[in-house]
């Protein structure tokens, strides 16, 4: 009988041993599961086409329906991004004037800015 225990006793410390871990591996934060070096906002990749869907409607290389100025090159649209964050967000009198463009866009526009406003 006091084999028996004898053998359960070391069976679980072998197991309670072999779990344990002196690591502090699992203390620390994962890493960004999803690195991107490439993740920069950029005119070329990302807020060209937002302004040419929403925007250039109007605001082409000669604006109609009214539109005061044209946002078809990189430097018109840089020299005026608070203007277009200003109006994209605004809910009392939104651009587009159909209603907001979807927030992941503004969104975008908005990161372009923070990010230094990237051409590439």
């Not at 920069?40 to 000669?62: L, M, P």
């Not at 608070?82 to 809910?91: E, G, K, L, P, V």
């Amino acid at each position: 009988m006091n084999f028996k225990k004898l053998i359960y006793a070391s069976i679980i410390s072998i197991f309670l041993f072999n779990c344990s871990s002196n690591s502090n591996d699992d203390l620390n934060p994962d890493p960004d599961p999803d690195p991107d070096p490439s993740g920069e906002i950029t005119y070329n990749g990302n807020v060209q086409n937002i302004i040419n869907s929403n925007c250039v409607q109007c605001h082409a290389a000669t604006p109609v329906n009214g539109a005061p100025f044209s946002l078809v090159t990189f430097t018109q649209v840089k020299d005026r991004v608070d203007a277009i964050i200003s109006r994209i967000n605004n809910s009392s009198s939104p651009m587009p004037p159909n209603g907001l463009m979807p927030s992941g866009n503004r969104d975008l526009i908005q990161q372009w800015k923070d990010d230094g406003l990237l051409e590439n």
